[in-house]
């Protein structure tokens, strides 16, 4: 957990230990019941995809290969 996190729970815990016994209760009702109800994720945002994201995908492919002899022969099926 981040430090920024903690320091925001930490405040969260704060604020609720300040309240009436009353306002507590309806804390942790309100708390228990957004557990309970099913939240549907929020919307992907439109993110831009790079060709640089891929980076080093595959690569463990190529490990055992020869990558020249491939081309080659990739080339070489082409005809």
């Known amino acids: 957990m981040s ?7 930490e405040n969260i815990c704060f ?11 309806e804390v942790f009702e309100r708390i228990e ?6 939240v549907s994720p929020p919307p ?7 060709i640089s994201d891929f980076w080093g995908v595959g690569a ?4 055992d ?5 491939y081309i080659r022969k990739e080339r070489d099926s082409w005809d």
């Open 65 to 69: 290969e020869d990558v020249n002899e």
């Open 15 to 25: 604020r609720i230990a300040q309240l009436d016994a009353v306002s507590r209760q």
């Open 44 to 50: 992907e945002t439109k993110k831009t995809v790079r």
């Open 33 to 38: 019941k957004m557990k309970r109800e099913s």
């Open 3 to 9: 430090a920024h996190t903690q320091s925001v729970i």
């Open 60 to 63: 463990e492919i190529w490990r």
